[in-house]
Nanobody, 125 residues
Framework: QVQLVESGGGLVQAGGSLRLSCTASGRTFSWYVMGWFRQAPGREREIVAAISRTGDSIYSADSVKGRFTISRDNAKNTAYLQMNSLKPEDTAVYFC??????????????????WGQGTQVTVSS
């Protein structure tokens, strides 16, 4: 079992930047495919970005492509989501997720077994 803790959320003005971190404990971090999801009030949880075990395969949703970057540091047991050029529509609770089963990257919430508690990101206009 792996435990995930997100940090780095907060309030930022439109056009600003934030970096989210997801630190894992409990098992070998490099075994796990990692994903970042977000959920706004009244909306379903959606994929933001995902990264393979070694970082050689990455997916970014069209809505964040060119603005958000997912990365990982297996030596630090941490995944990151660098968010630039933030927009009010990026406001949501952001979750990191992990699973050992997928071969490369996983895009559906149902593919992830382990989840962090979430961190709020609010972008003001």
């Amino acid at each position: 079992q792996v435990q995930l803790v997100e940090s780095g959320g907060g309030l930022v003005q439109a056009g600003g930047s934030l970096r989210l971190s997801c630190t894992a404990s409990g098992r070998t971090f490099s075994w796990y495919v990692m994903g970042w999801f977000r959920q706004a009030p009244g909306r379903e949880r959606e994929i933001v970005a995902a990264i393979s075990r070694t970082g050689d395969s990455i997916y970014s949703a069209d809505s964040v492509k060119g603005r958000f970057t997912i990365s990982r540091d297996n030596a630090k047991n941490t995944a990151y989501l660098q968010m630039n050029s933030l927009k009010p529509e990026d406001t949501a609770v952001y979750f990191c997720a992990a699973d050992a089963a997928p071969l490369r990257v996983a895009l559906s919430p149902s593919e992830y077994r382990y989840w962090g508690q979430g961190t709020q990101v609010t972008v003001s206009s």
